[in-house]
């Protein structure tokens, strides 16, 4: 079992910058891709951001691609999603989330695909 925790949410005005921060325990000695989503109220969660286990590899929704960043520190079992030039359109709950994973380089899209998630931070960007 590995046990995700999220922080770093907020109210940030329009333009502002937030970073997230999703630190896992547990089994942390599996490999595991991390993936971040969000949910908006009365929409459907999803697709953010998500990183293989290495770090090596990334991919972005294109609604975030060159505002947000994801990262992660293996030796800190955290994620990360650096959030710059944020919009109202942004508030939301994230979420990250988890799957143990053989291959070091693959990352997943799908939310179904993951085996852990966190209980979410709410981000709320105000115009």
């Known amino acids: 079992q590995v046990q995700l925790v999220e922080s770093g949410g907020g109210l940030v005005q329009s333009g502002g910058s937030l970073r997230l921060s999703c630190a896992a325990s547990g089994r942390t000695g599996t490999s595991y891709a991390m993936g971040w989503f969000r949910q908006a109220p009365g929409k459907e969660r999803e697709f953010v951001a998500a990183?293989?286990?290495?770090?090596?590899?990334?991919h972005h929704a294109d609604s975030v691609k060159g505002r947000f960043t994801i990262s992660r520190d293996n030796a800190k079992n955290t994620g990360y999603l650096q959030m710059n030039s944020l919009k109202p359109e942004d508030t939301a709950v994230y979420y990250c989330a988890a799957k143990a994973t053989y291959y070091s380089g693959s990352y997943f899209l799908q939310a179904y695909q993951y085996d852990y998630w966190g209980q979410g931070t709410q981000v709320t960007v105000s115009s």
């Open positions: 990183i293989s286990w290495s770090g090596g590899n990334t």
